[in-house]
């Protein structure tokens, strides 16, 4: 192998319809295709960096040592890629940084495995193709499959490892569509989504979730291509409550809604009745993803900073495709 180091940058994204359940939890092979939108400039920067002195796994989150449970995702993840670039069997030192709030519904595992998977993939000597990195990053956690293509993004839920994987529908510029996320709660929750994905077939609302997740996707996929916002803005709450009614009648049940959450998506249906382009969504968290036209924006944030509760609102638009960072020559060859 050549390269031994490698950097790379991926956004987060956001989901309009979700992906919540499993048909394979230790694949991440989805129950049901999904859509989302990268979220540009809210990004995980990743370093991996294979070295023969290691005797085992690192790895630093935002500065911090990581142990237990973090390590242990992040060196099976590893174990992935040292696996298809054979002959790879060298230990690891991985450094990220969020420039984003971690664990509380803005994905951060989705922006952290998608750029792991590029930079591991690239230090590891592997050159593979955008559906084998977001197919490889699916592994990590299932919605970092949609933050290595660019834009508007559809994840193929598939059946199998080679055919699960995320593809761009539209490029960032093709619509400005703005993502106003009002931050009501900075602190880790108090479950994560790969716990949360294992008690979605106990709600006996589940399976009629995922029947009707074909019709959802077909409509807004429309919507999106044809920059429809009235049909996008109805499908895309609908959804979202679909799986928080999942979530709360899950055995055990998870409420992730806060009286902020609550109060935000109250207003935003009274905003959009007034004539404002704005919906909701929101993902394992109580942050409120407000998604708006951006002639909208200013009126939105306006409106959302007045609401009890919300803490700091970050602005994210369209954001592009995961992609390795260059590094001088010299950290290369180390
Ligand atoms: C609610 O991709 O975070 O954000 O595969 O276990 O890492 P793991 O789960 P993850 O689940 C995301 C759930 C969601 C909806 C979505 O992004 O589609």
Redesign the pocket.
């Known amino acids: 192998m050549t390269i031994h180091t490698a950097t790379a940058v991926a956004n987060a ?3 309009f ?4 359940g ?1 048909r394979d ?1 230790a694949l ?1 092979i ?1 129950l049901n295709g ?1 859509l ?1 939108m990268n979220l540009g400039g809210l990004t995980s920067r990743t370093t991996v960096r294979f070295d023969p002195r290691l005797t085992a796994d690192q790895f630093t989150l935002n500065q911090q040592a990581q142990h237990g449970k973090p390590l242990q995702r992040v060196s099976t993840f590893l174990d992935l890629v040292r696996a298809k670039a054979c002959g790879v069997t060298w230990f690891a030192e991985v450094t990220s940084e969020n420039n984003f709030p971690t664990g509380a ?1 803005i ?1 951060s ?2 922006a952290a ?1 998608a750029a792991l998977s590029l930079a591991a993939s690239r230090a590891a000597g592997l050159d593979l193709s955008e559906r084998e990195y977001s197919a490889l990053a ?1 592994r ?7 933050s290595v293509p660019g834009g508007f993004v559809e ?1 193929l839920s598939g059946s199998r490892d080679e055919d699960s994987y995320a593809v761009s529908i539209a490029p960032p510029d093709h619509w400005n569509l703005v993502d106003c996320i009002a931050v009501v709660q900075t602190g880790h929750k108090a479950t ?6 294992a008690l979605a077939p106990t709600s006996p609302l589940q399976a009629a979730r995922v029947a009707d997740a074909p019709r959802r996707l077909d409509i807004c996929r429309r919507a999106i291509l044809q920059r429809d916002f009235d049909t996008f803005a109805e499908i895309v709450e609908l959804d979202s409550n679909l ?1 928080h009614a999942v979530m709360m009648t899950s055995t055990p049940s998870l409420f992730y809604w806060t009286a902020a959450s609550l109060e935000l998506m109250n207003q935003i249906r009274l905003w959009r009745k007034q004539g404002l382009p704005v919906c909701y969504t ?4 109580p942050n409120v993803h407000m998604l708006c036209l951006e002639p909208a924006l200013e009126e939105i944030q306006k409106r959302a900073a007045q609401v009890g509760g919300v803490k700091q609102l970050l602005t994210a638009r369209p954001g592009g495709k995961a992609d390795w960072v260059d590094q001088p020559a010299a950290q290369q060859a180390a």
């Open positions: 994204n956001i989901a319809i979700k992906y919540w499993n939890d991440r989805p999904s989302s519904g994905a595992s989705a495995f699916r990590g956690s299932g919605s970092a499959s949609r994840w994560g989504s790969t716990e949360g994905h799986m929101l993902d394992a968290g």
